[in-house]
């Protein structure tokens, strides 16, 4: 079994226009949603309505807000789309029930764990160790489609930067290529 075959049991398709939120900060939603189409954005806001970036979402990628899922509370970020979007949408407690009775559906949803255990280590290890220049050089080295695709105060907003100092950094970066 594969984490598609658990999308095609137990998901619902979902699609989203431009602007629409899948889930807010502090609602429950005990799915798990994989984009098919289009582009997500993650983001926090503090209490005082500061806006902090989590990550961009494109297709193949999943995300679910595991406090919502397993914890006390509701949603620790928001998710909304910049694009239209088409998602598959999987109920966690189900899947989770799956696990208790079918090992082989465990060794997928433990895989996919561990692959949103690194990909959100990866971000922090960013966050905490990297300049925001260095930042910028990994996200235009691994991802430069999204450079094109996001408004420049999101990419601003996801590297931890005003927009001048976004501006500051790309003339750096092309200036030295």
Known sequence: MSLQDIVAEFGVAVTADAGDHLFRQGEADRHFYIVQEGLLKAYYLSEDGKESIKSFLTPGDVIGSLSAVRGDG????????????????????????????????????????????????????????????????RLYASRPELLNMIQQSDIALYLGVTPVGLSRIKKRVESSS
Not at 91 to 99: E, M, S
Not at 103 to 119: D, H, N, R, S, Y
Request: aromatic share 10%; glycine share 4%; with cysteine.
């Open 74 to 137: 509701g949603c620790s970020f928001s998710l909304i789309c910049l694009q239209p979007c088409t998602l598959s949408k999987v109920p966690f407690d189900t899947v989770f029930q799956a696990v208790q009775h079918d090992a082989q559906i465990g060794v997928v949803v433990t895989e996919f764990l561990m692959m949103f255990a690194m990909k959100k280590e990866r971000r922090e290890y960013e966050l905490l160790c990297l300049s925001a220049e260095e930042r910028y050089r």
